[in-house]
């Protein structure tokens, strides 16, 4: 806590005073705000169509740290909805290319690359040194790996979801005891889906990703700087071919691992 304290009482430099002035204009940011946002850290895991737009924004609004993990590289199918990349990225590590570009925005951040697989071995080394976490994978096996690996360490995960045209985005706070978990809105992880790429075999609209990982980059920055209301407990969900926006209550289940913890 005094650590903490003692970064709050941080000096803004004269350029970040002037770099982030109209956040800082904000009377629910502030100075106060900003400072809190330069001294968070954030892992994004996945940096494809959800983690390309949620780092790009997080880099220019003063995330003080970022990670940025994905084993993946470059494929010309990524670049209709993978803004960060170009055609000159194509077969470049995903994770390590994505972080030069941003160190080009943002020299006041810290940024941290790993180029691997996130798993059940390497999870804690990897996300223990980060205060919150953004799910932009594609996958349900990392999704419930984050699920869980966030409520062991009382951490607020931030996860989105993209299909078709339609996404998801649900704010898991476990700092909270009353916080759902993905576990309260599906149950059994779908053992047909673990290693499907579903962009690959159903298809999506590039711009899907951009308008979901944007609101996950808000729902986090509102999380760091505890304005708003919180999307804890609640689905947003996105038709994009309607452009409907729906938040539908997510309850924890009785039965639920998250339920269990908190016993």
Partial sequence: MVQRANKILMKLTKKQI???????????????????LLTSSVLIVGAGGLGSPVAIYLTAMGIGKIGIIDNDKVDISNLSRQVIFSSNDINKKKSSTAIEKLKKNNSDIKFKSFSQKLTSKNIEKIADEFDFIVDGSDNFRTKFLLNDYCLKKNKILVSGAINKFDGHIYTFNFTQKKSPCLRCFIPIM????????????????????????????????????????????HILILDTLKLTFRKVKLNKRSNCICNEKNK
Avoid at 18 to 36: D, N
């Fill in 18 to 36: 002037e770099r982030y002035s109209r956040q800082i204009i904000l009377k629910k940011v502030g100075v106060i705000g900003q400072k809190k």
């Fill in 190 to 233: 779908p053992q047909s889906e673990l290693d499907v790429d579903n962009c690959e075999f159903e298809g999506i609209l590039g711009v899907l990703g951009g308008i979901v990982g944007t609101i996950q980059a808000n729902e986090i920055v509102k999380e760091i700087l505890g304005i708003g209301e919180t999307l804890c407990g």
